[in-house]
């Protein structure tokens, strides 16, 4: 049963984990942020989506509000925090996003680099695959999580506890062909930023997790944000993760080794922490100008602007700029303005399952509240 459960959560994960919201639900600007009642009240939603507990951050220049509601672990019934802990599956890709920038701002890296210049042999076609490809998710390389799901459902043991390397996962599709030649489509990949961070500790000759917690945990003072690799439990205090059982109730999938996400999904924060990041990177804390315009430069994805590790969508009170996640129990939005003034951080610990949509239908709301 354990082995089903993770397995149709990861399938889920696979599906949306990090994809953008194709829809964000807008309202007309009002002249203060959300009080904490208020907020209480719109995370109902979230909560009747089937979420045991979810936490929201709004954000309206200097005014800041933070409120969690439900429950944070099922099976004690201690309540949902606001510092709790939560894994944050593919806004991960932002972060990794930027370490990539800033080599490149270092003239370590160039976007325009082929994969076969630091990873040669790993794809068979990397010669014309580009690291600005892999960040944008126009590089055609296809998706490694479905295949990663017929290991776990076959595989004895406890695979999903199991520490996947990252040229394992790229090994998975590697022989495959492209989905399209690189640069003609778009087409959302884990698989692309998972080779993202091969390339980066092919530059630095150090890990992927060190170098992120160097450059942006310890930079930033991002105490409750980290990497882990295999640590299949998470720092206290930290919300339980669920999805939907059979007959409706949550089932805890909480532990499983974050290898199998790695550059793709791995990290786990907080919502404040998440709030501190987007805020420092959108106002210039840490990429310079030129990089960050590159960050920003966006492409077509399906009706939404997708730039490197970052995306936008557009609200009656200007761009939201920031990224999701969903991973097996757990659900995260962070959306934030040019001028890091206003912020929108939503999460929940159920995934797969309605909660990730009924979190989205909130971000225009609260953003331009």
């Known amino acids: 049963m354990k082995r089903l459960l993770l397995t149709l959560a990861l399938a889920g994960a696979a599906l949306v984990a990090g994809?953008?919201?194709?829809?964000?639900?807008?309202?007309?600007?009002?002249?203060?942020?959300?009080?904490?009642?208020?907020?209480?009240?719109?995370?109902?939603?979230?909560?009747?989506?089937?979420?045991?507990?979810?936490?929201?951050?709004?954000?309206?220049?200097?005014?800041?509000?933070?409120?969690?509601?439900?429950?944070?672990?099922?099976?004690?019934?201690?309540?949902?925090?606001?510092?709790?802990?939560?894994?944050?599956?593919?806004?991960?890709k932002t972060f990794v996003a930027v370490v990539a920038l800033q080599l490149v701002a270092e003239r370590r890296l160039r976007l325009d680099d082929p994969v076969q210049?630091?990873?040669?042999?790993?794809?068979?076609?990397?010669?014309?695959?580009?690291?600005?490809?892999l960040l944008n998710h126009t590089s055609g390389v296809p998706e490694y999580v479905e295949k990663l799901l017929q290991i776990i459902a076959t595989q004895p043991g406890t695979p999903w506890?199991?520490?996947?390397?990252?040229?394992?996962?790229?090994?998975?599709?590697?022989?495959?062909?492209?989905?399209?030649?690189?640069?003609?489509?778009?087409?959302?990949?884990n698989t692309n930023y998972v080779l993202v961070g091969m390339?980066?500790?092919?530059?630095?000759?150090?890990?992927?997790?060190?170098?992120?917690?160097?450059?942006?945990?310890?930079?930033?003072?991002?105490?409750?944000?980290?990497?882990?690799?295999?640590?299949v439990t998470l720092p206290r205090p930290a919300a339980r993760g669920y999805l939907p059982g059979a007959d409706g109730a949550p089932v805890d999938v909480t532990e499983y080794n974050p290898s199998a996400f790695w550059a793709a999904g791995a990290i786990v924060s907080t919502v404040d922490d998440l709030a501190r990041f987007y805020r420092a990177l959108l106002t210039g804390a840490l990429l310079p100008p030129a990089q960050l315009r590159q960050m920003l430069t966006y492409v077509d994805a399906g009706g939404l602007a997708y730039g490197l590790g970052i995306f936008t969508v557009q609200?009656?009170?200007?761009?939201?700029?920031?990224?999701?996640?969903?991973?097996?129990?757990?659900?995260?939005?962070?959306?934030?303005?040019?001028?890091?003034?206003?912020?929108?951080?939503?999460?929940?610990?159920?995934?797969?399952?309605?909660?990730?949509?009924?979190?989205?239908s909130l971000i225009g709301e609260l953003f331009c509240r």
């Open 19 to 92: 994809a953008p919201a194709q829809a964000l639900a807008t309202h007309s600007d009002a002249s203060a942020v959300p009080g904490r009642d208020d907020l209480r009240a719109a995370l109902q939603p979230v909560l009747d989506a089937g979420a045991p507990g979810a936490i929201a951050l709004v954000r309206r220049g200097e005014q800041l509000r933070r409120v969690a509601v439900g429950t944070a672990d099922v099976g004690t019934g201690r309540e949902m925090s606001a510092d709790d802990h939560v894994r944050v599956g593919s806004v991960t």
């Open 117 to 133: 210049r630091w990873l040669p042999g790993v794809l068979p076609y990397g010669s014309s695959v580009t690291v600005r490809q």
């Open 161 to 189: 506890l199991e520490h996947r390397t990252p040229q394992e996962l790229v090994g998975l599709v590697a022989g495959d062909p492209p989905l399209f030649p690189a640069g003609s489509g778009w087409q959302y990949s």
């Open 199 to 231: 390339i980066i500790e092919r530059v630095t000759g150090r890990g992927l997790a060190a170098e992120v917690d160097r450059r942006i945990f310890d930079r930033l003072g991002l105490r409750h944000t980290s990497f882990p690799t295999d640590e």
């Open 315 to 360: 609200t009656p009170c200007g761009p939201a700029i920031g990224h999701n996640g969903a991973v097996p129990g757990f659900a995260t939005d962070v959306f934030t303005s040019p001028d890091g003034r206003r912020q929108v951080v939503l999460a929940s610990n159920l995934f797969p399952g309605a909660t990730l949509q009924a979190q989205e």
